[in-house]
Nanobody, 120 residues
Framework: VQLVESGGGSVQAGGSLSLSCAIS????????MGWFRQAPGREPEGVAA???????SYADFAKGRFTTSLDNADNILYLQMNGLEPEDTAMYYC????????????????WGQGTQVTVS
């Protein structure tokens, strides 16, 4: 399985950014695909996830501001981020696994290369 991220960049507070993650090579009939982020000096934290049935889950800080979606035809995972705040500054990583979603990043073995989001 290969994950290739794009998007990210720098934006002023209140702005929006969209991240994409092209996913290839997976054969899972059941899966979880999601996003984590890691700020300097901090532990990685889950941002959002989407499961096979289309159900989504979000960290409290992401609710109402971030939206994740999956284009099943092209196997692209998206994260739309609105109302960005300086506290959202971090490296953002997409990830995927077969089966259920977990909150611990240790349960995920496949990761994108990461993309930097900077909010000033």
């Amino acid at each position: 399985v290969q994950l290739v991220e794009s998007g990210g960049g720098s934006v002023q507070a209140g702005g929006s950014l969209s991240l994409s993650c092209a996913i290839s090579g997976f054969t899972w009939s059941s899966y979880c695909m999601g996003w984590f982020r890691q700020a300097p000096g901090r532990e990685p934290e889950g941002v959002a996830a989407i499961q096979t049935d289309g159900s989504t889950s979000y960290a409290d800080f992401a609710k109402g501001r971030f939206t994740t979606s999956l284009d099943n035809a092209d196997n692209i995972l998206y994260l739309q981020m609105n109302g960005l705040e300086p506290e959202d500054t971090a490296m953002y990583y997409c990830t995927a696994r077969g089966g259920a979603c977990y909150t611990s990043p240790n349960e995920y073995k496949v990761w994108g290369q990461g993309t930097q989001v900077t909010v000033s």
